[in-house]
C-alpha cells in the first residue's frame, strides 16, 4: 500500500496566491522528496529533505517535515500558471532501497 | 542528472498480447525502478531491475506477468505480458539514487 497521503486531493487557486499541500507518511523515513508532474509527462524533483532537517527552501519553495508527526507540507509561493501540475511526496523507508509515492495533489492556478 | 528515454510513447494493444517497453538512460546508474501510474493515480512501484540478477518485485507484481531484463548499467525493459483492459496504464521507468530520481516520460498503454 501507498505510504503516503496527501491532502488535498485537488487545490485551485488564483494565480499569485500561495499553495499549501500536505503529505502522511507511517514509517520511519530517511528522507522525504517532492516531485511534479506536468499532465502526461514524467515526474520532475523538486526538493529533497532529510529527516534530521525541519525546513527547507528552494526558490519560490518552501517545505516541512515533522518527524514527530510523520507530515510534511510543500509550500508555493507567488503561484504561476505554469505551476499547474500534480505534486506527489515520496518517500524511502529505512532500510528499503526504493520510494513510496504519496497520493499526490493536483493543483490548478487560474490566471 | 539522467536522461531517461521510453519507448514506445504510447501503444494500444489487443487483449492477450505481450509487450515490450524500452528504457534507455544517458549514464550509467546503479539503480532502475518501474513504476505503473493507472489513471489519475499515483505511481506503484512494480520492481526493482537489477542489472546481472533477477528483479525484486513488488508485492501484488509477478515475474510471469511483468517480466524485466537489465543487461547493463543503462537499459531495462518491461514486459507486460498476457494484457487486459486492467493493464492500461502509463508505465513510467525510472533510474538514480534514492536521493533523487529521474524518469521517463512514460509508456501509455491502452488495452481494448
Known amino acids: 500500500s501507498q505510504q503516503g497521503e496527501e491532502d488535498p486531493q485537488a487545490l485551485s487557486i488564483q494565480e499569485g496566491e500561495n499553495a499549501t499541500m500536505n503529505c502522511s507518511y507511517k514509517?520511519?523515513?530517511?528522507?522525504l522528496q517532492w516531485y511534479r508532474q506536468n499532465s502526461g509527462r514524467g515526474l520532475v524533483h523538486l526538493i529533497l529533505i532529510r529527516s534530521n532537517e525541519r525546513e527547507k527552501h528552494s526558490g519560490r519553495l518552501r517545505v516541512t517535515l515533522d518527524t514527530s508527526k510523520k507530515s510534511s507540507s510543500l509550500l508555493i509561493t507567488a503561484s504561476r500558471a505554469a505551476d499547474t501540475a500534480s505534486y506527489f511526496c515520496a518517500t524511502d523507508a529505512r532500510g528499503a532501497q526504493k520510494l513510496v509515492f504519496g497520493q499526490g495533489t493536483r493543483l490548478t492556478i487560474n490566471p | 542528472s539522467a536522461v531517461i528515454s521510453q519507448k514506445p510513447s504510447r501503444d494500444i494493444c489487443q487483449r492477450g498480447t505481450s509487450l515490450t517497453i524500452q528504457c534507455q538512460v544517458d549514464?550509467?546508474?546503479?539503480?532502475m525502478f518501474w513504476y505503473r501510474q493507472q489513471p489519475r493515480q499515483s505511481l506503484t512501484l512494480i520492481a526493482t531491475?537489477?542489472?546481472?540478477?533477477?528483479?525484486?518485485?513488488e508485492s501484488g507484481f509477478v515475474i510471469d506477468k511483468f517480466p524485466i531484463s537489465r543487461p547493463n548499467l543503462t537499459f531495462s525493459t518491461l514486459t507486460v505480458s498476457n494484457m487486459s483492459p486492467e493493464d492500461s496504464s502509463i508505465y513510467l521507468c525510472?533510474?538514480?539514487?534514492?536521493?533523487?530520481?529521474?524518469f521517463g516520460e512514460g509508456s501509455r498503454l491502452t488495452v481494448l
Open positions: 549514464s550509467q546508474v546503479t539503480m
Open positions: 531491475a537489477n542489472q546481472g540478477s533477477e528483479a525484486t518485485y
Open positions: 525510472s533510474a538514480g539514487g534514492i536521493g533523487e530520481l529521474f
Open positions: 514509517t520511519s523515513i530517511n528522507n
